[in-house]
């Protein structure tokens, strides 16, 4: 139902929240009020609403949606049926008015209505649904004891009218609200009253003439028919249960069943005495609000909550029994919604859900939807990895056919991760976990494909994610320390300068080298923090090495750059500011960039290297013949230096050297000095592939022929040895 908003009274702030607050719930009041039984005043129900409707507001506004949100809109829900607001339409009309105003009247002041703020309401309606649904059938609970109660007096009454006058009874009997029926201990009906005869389709002979054994129903619980032979036998008085019966016409219908013994004057058993509830609508209600809360609201496929119900109970077997989870994302979602809009994106995830339900045509199988464009497939009682892989490609075959849209003819490609094994052996979320991992990697290796899961792959991802969000503590921690590889000057051995190397000292994994870290920093943009750190540490390590060794220490340090850090703004400031307070000259600073940070860089990219190399810092253009960059683009480029990728010099380390690699290195030292390039060359690790790169012409050259990494005071101790 729709209401109007309403305009503030005279003196009230336009926009004051308890004023909102007071006219969101008039507009609450005005939509139950006509489908409210109570004695109260429209004015008197928005009193009573609005205390819940502040509930509602704080659930909106609360930092995180937790345990306490969600009590608070089932205690709103509750808090009608509390108004004695019960009647079905009530809630309809309650969420309706939520739907529509909540975010709108109580959300934030004077801006866009947030996604967030929209799912929030959603989730709200939810748990509001939720808390009316449960306060009711509390209620009704508390009926049936009173109903109860009232069998056991219409009991005794039936008894007294019974050995008394007929009519006392039948005034009990007949004006009952309840369906009243009285059978024999056989279970032959003898009396049935009006409102039992409506609930089974209005024909009293067709009740009439029934034995009570003949109502069974498939769903019955185990224990109803039990409970019925103890009580004809006289070994219990009542017992009470839940139990469907077939109308006349087919239909179920389900009710609160109350039976009693009835003895005669003796004690003897004699009678049964059945007292019914219609249950039926209410039972309807909670089965829909038990599909919306189990199923998705786009797609309509079972959602995070279902899928985890049954994947549990695929699980929990332990006799052998195989499954398989296939566990989809889309590739370039993203791409679409951005383009296209989301009603677009939506359209086609609605799309995509009715080709994985197709797919899912074989006993065990079922497909979900987590959320976004993430959708899992189920299947169960496989026998084989075969099974699993069969459905999987009938899902990639099932997205192949184009998805026309708007116009337009839209490509839909998805990355698959396959968990299968005998279930009992891990818990659900361990599952989706490794199916998240494994998903992953196959977008990671193209996408449209899937991938099984492996131990070892899960475990290094599982690995990379903790170090990931580890390392901005690490950092803060000082965990991160530098150690310096000498560059040795070719001509006379004299130690020409050294290059900075980060290593992580990590507290389970023991000392890390950047391979292992500085992709997580890149990808995170710690990187550039940690980077402005190595610069720092490495610029105060070379001054204090000129002012304690002026005697021929090192004069110049190597700093890598990583392409983030290229990027960054304040790279030229920041290395200026790092220079000037620690007083080292630009001169001495070298910083290095791999080719492939710079294949295609335009000239907004090379200008802070420009800067950098005007003010007198050197730049070295680092695994130089690893890139495949235009040789020629080396005029172009603000270097001053090139490091040489060890993979031309490995077969430098024997004699005699591959020739081909010798003219290979021949040619890019010429080329470099040619262009007024030094020539620095790294792995070096003997002393045949030392001599061989002197007479070519190579400039300097570190590797562990002359020293491994190490602590910076070692730097001065170098002891050369044939690390082959």
Known sequence: MSVPPQTPGPGAEPDDPEDRLRRFTTIWSRAVFPVTATSLTRAEVAEHLLPLARELCDALHARTYDHSAT????????????????????????????????VLYCGADGGQISEEARARCARLQHSMAAGFSKALRERTLREQEAIAHSALSARSAAEIALHATETRFRAVFDGAAVGIGIADLDGNVLEVNETLTRMFGGLEHTVRSRNVQDWGHPEDAPHVWKLYGELVRGERENYRVEKPYYRTDGTVLWTNLTVSLLRDAEGRPQYQLALMEDTTERRLLNLRLRYEATHDALTGLPNRTLFFERLEKALGPTDGTRFGLCYLDLDGFKAINDSLGHSAGDRLLVEVADRLQGCATLPGE????????????????????????????????????????????LTVRGSIGIVEGPAGERTPAEVLRSADITMYRAKSAGGNRFEFADAEADARAITRHGLTTALPAALERGEFFIEYQPLVHLGDGSVHGA??????????????????????????????????????????????????????????????????????????ADTVD???RSGLEPGALCLELTESALIGADEDLLKPLRQLAEMGVDIALDDFGTGYSNLANLRRLPVSVLKLDRSFTRSMQQQPADPVDVKIVEGIVALAHSLELAVTVEGVETGAQAAQLREIGCDTAQGWYYARPGPPDRLHTLSLADAV
């Open 71 to 102: 009590a608070a809109a089932q205690r709103a829900g509750a808090g009608l049926v509390a108004a004695h607001c019960t009647d079905p339409e009530v809630l309809q009309r309650s969420l309706g008015v939520v739907d529509s105003y909540l």
């Open 366 to 409: 079922m497909v979900a939807r987590l959320g976004g464009d993430e959708f899992v497939a189920l299947a169960t009682a496989t026998e084989n990895t075969d099974c699993v892989a069969d459905l999987a490609h009938r899902i990639l075959h099932a997205l192949a056919a184009p998805i026309r849209i708007e116009g337009r003819e």
């Open 578 to 580: 790092v220079l000037e």
């Open 499 to 572: 290059e900075a190397l980060v290593r992580w000292c990590h507290p389970q994994h023991g000392v890390l080298g950047p391979d292992r870290f500085i992709p997580l920093a890149e990808h995170t943009g710690l990187i550039v923090p940690l980077g402005r750190w190595v610069l720092e540490e490495a610029v105060r390590q070379a001054r204090f090495w000129q002012t304690r060794h002026s005697d021929g220490g090192p004069l110049r340090i190597n700093v890598n750059l990583s392409p983030t850090q290229l990027h960054h703004p304040r790279l030229v």
